[in-house]
């Protein structure tokens, strides 16, 4: 028999990570969070994930630097980083973005102490 319960999640009782992202609904095999108003500043330090991560820009504009390229992203773009990539993210006007990540991000810490 499969899971079929329905989970809601209100984003303003969301719980938030270290990183200051929102975790927003999650399922067994992707999740989303959420980065709200994030401010501009310096290039953030290079880092690798063991999941996969798609976003969606919302508002604002940062730069995605991957694996020696950079990537423009502004409002209505989406991108993809690939489970195991080093990136790094700089953040040019105030950045609000939704992302999935599969596996879930928010499971295990793997948002966490990277």
Do not use: N
Request: glycine share 10%; hydrophobic share 30%.
């Amino acid at each position: 028999m499969s899971d079929t319960t329905v989970m809601k999640v209100s984003s303003g009782r969301s719980p938030r990570g270290q990183m200051g992202q929102k975790y927003l609904a999650s399922g067994i095999h992707v999740s989303m969070r959420l980065w709200e108003r994030e401010p501009p500043g310096e290039t953030k330090p290079p880092t690798q994930r063991d999941y996969e991560t798609v976003g969606y820009v919302i508002e604002g504009r940062a730069e995605l630097h991957i694996e020696g390229q950079m990537v423009r992203l502004d409002p209505g773009d989406s991108w993809t980083v690939p489970k195991g990539a080093s990136h790094s993210y700089r953040i040019i006007e105030p950045f609000t973005a939704v992302e999935a990540t599969s596996p879930p991000a928010s499971v295990h810490g793997r948002d966490e102490g990277h």
